[in-house]
């Protein structure tokens, strides 16, 4: 079950966060769900994949401000480290980051 604590002790800024939404802990806790789905790393990881740098910064720059929105910060870390690589436009292995991006996001996932 998803809780601030448990969201806290993955590393996450909760109290920043929950600033954010008002102090609205049940609000809060309703957006972080929204912020983990699938889909939206999966493009990313496809869009890299393929080879299509430009779009795979559009995913990644969207991911970015949500999870930086809601403080989700070890997702946010590596997020904003692949958007500021595919923002330069950088011919590099991504699969590292994007390993260590699956890793952390399956880490949130026990959570729900």
């Given at each position: 079950m998803i809780?601030?604590?448990?969201?806290?002790?993955?590393?996450?800024n909760t109290e920043e966060g929950l600033s954010r939404c008002?102090?609205?802990?049940?609000?809060y806790l309703r957006l972080v769900p929204a912020a983990l789905e699938e889909?939206?790393?999966r493009s990313l990881d496809e869009k890299i994949g393929a080879g299509d740098l430009k779009g795979a910064f559009e995913d990644a720059h969207s991911l970015k401000?949500?999870?930086a929105n809601l403080s989700?910060?070890?997702?946010?870390?590596?997020?904003?480290?692949?958007?500021?690589?595919l923002r330069a436009e950088t011919d590099t292995d991504?699969?590292?980051?994007?390993?260590k991006m699956w890793?952390?996001?399956?880490?949130?996932?026990?959570?729900i």
């Open positions: 809780t601030t604590q448990a969201l806290k002790e993955l590393g996450c008002l102090n609205n802990e049940a609000f889909t939206r790393y401000g949500v999870l989700l910060t070890p997702l946010y870390e590596v997020v904003s480290q692949i958007a500021e690589l991504y699969r590292p980051l994007l390993d890793d952390i996001k399956g880490k949130f996932d026990e959570l």
